[in-house]
Each structure stands twice: as structure tokens, then as C-alpha cells.
């Protein structure tokens, strides 16, 4: 499966964002599907991920922040950032994976990655 991401950016503390991953190659709706980032000078880490039910989890680092949502009419995964902190600056990828993708070694395919950048 192809993932492209789209809707990364500069934004303010406090600001939001919402990434956007298209997915081609492979029935979308039967995959599980995620976004990790990378901050600088540090390993890549779980965001957060749902499954092809639906059922959503997250890193604790961004619970009642972030919101994962997908639409299977338009092979899309999203993920909506509110309050957002510098911590939060990073290489934001997208992962697809035939089980939950809650870990780096639970993902099949990777997107190119949207850089997202917030400034104090």
C-alpha cells in the first residue's frame, strides 16, 4: 500500500493542525492504520492508531490532544492536533499494517512523513 502525507506545517503553541494520509494499493478498509513521529535527535514513536473497526488508541503524551479518525469512502486516515507544544515538533509519518499499529514492528508500509514545527 502507497501512504501519502499532506498537512504539515509551522504553527504556534497552542495551535492546531490536522494531517491527512491517503492510501492506495490495497483495500483501505481492512487495514489498521497509525501515524508515528520522529522528534529531532530522537527515535521514531507511536502517536497513535486505529483499527479497521475503529477502535482508537493513543500515546499517552497526546491523549485528549490528538484525535485519529479515518474515512473508508476516501482511503484516508487523519489525525487532529489541538493545544499543541513544542514537544510535539517532529517528522510526522503515517503506517499501515495488517494488525494494530501500535508499534513500529507492527507496521507494513510507511508514508514519506509531513514535517510539523511549533514554535514557542
Known amino acids: 500500500v502507497q501512504l501519502v502525507e499532506s498537512g504539515g506545517g509551522l504553527v504556534q503553541v497552542g495551535g492546531s493542525l490536522t494531517l491527512s494520509c491517503a492510501a492506495s494499493?490495497?483495500?483501505?478498509?481492512?487495514?489498521?492504520m497509525g501515524w508515528f513521529r520522529q522528534p529531532p535527535g530522537k527515535e521514531r514513536e507511536f502517536v497513535a492508531a486505529i483499527g479497521w473497526s475503529g477502535a482508537t488508541s493513543y500515546a499517552d503524551s497526546v491523549k485528549g490532544r490528538f484525535t485519529i479518525s479515518r474515512d473508508n469512502a476516501k482511503n484516508t486516515v487523519y489525525l487532529r492536533m489541538n493545544s499543541l507544544k513544542p514537544e510535539d515538533t517532529a517528522l510526522y509519518s503515517c503506517a499501515a499494517g495488517a494488525r494494530p499499529v501500535v508499534a513500529v514492528d507492527r507496521v507494513d508500509s510507511w508514508g514519506q512523513g509531513t514535517q510539523v514545527t511549533v514554535s514557542s
Open positions: 494499493g490495497r483495500s483501505f478498509s481492512s487495514l489498521c
